[in-house]
């Protein structure tokens, strides 16, 4: 079971890391941070991949999308000072909540 969280766990790391170069790339313009993002991108697609032998299609995406997605709301609001509601942040807390469900 341990591979199966090390899989979803690069998968949304890469994804973010992935997420946050294509936001520069956004911001600067420069084809460094589109091709870093492309590349991480093509790895969390391998990692989730793999990961789908052992959680499956629908539980590996759903971990994958929630990881991704708490930390990429943290990135968002600390690095690039985005704003999200209190209805944002309480759909965030809810998905967190599902996939400590999911991931049982």
Do not use: P
Not at 20 to 49: P, R, Y
Not at 64 to 77: G, H, K, P, Q, V
Not at 97 to 104: E, I, P, Q, S, T
């Amino acid at each position: 079971m341990y591979m199966a969280w090390l899989f979803i766990i690069v998968t949304a790391l890469t994804d973010v890391i992935s997420s946050v170069f294509i936001k520069e790339w956004t911001i600067h313009g420069t084809l460094a941070d589109l091709l870093i993002g492309i590349a991480t991108l093509a790895v969390a697609a391998v990692s989730f991949a793999f990961s789908m032998k052992y959680f499956g299609l629908a539980v590996s995406n759903v971990l994958w999308n929630s990881i991704s997605t708490l930390l990429l709301a943290i990135i968002a609001i600390v690095f690039f000072h985005e704003k999200l509601t209190a209805i944002q942040l309480v759909g965030i807390l809810i998905t967190m909540f599902g996939v400590a469900l999911v991931g049982k």
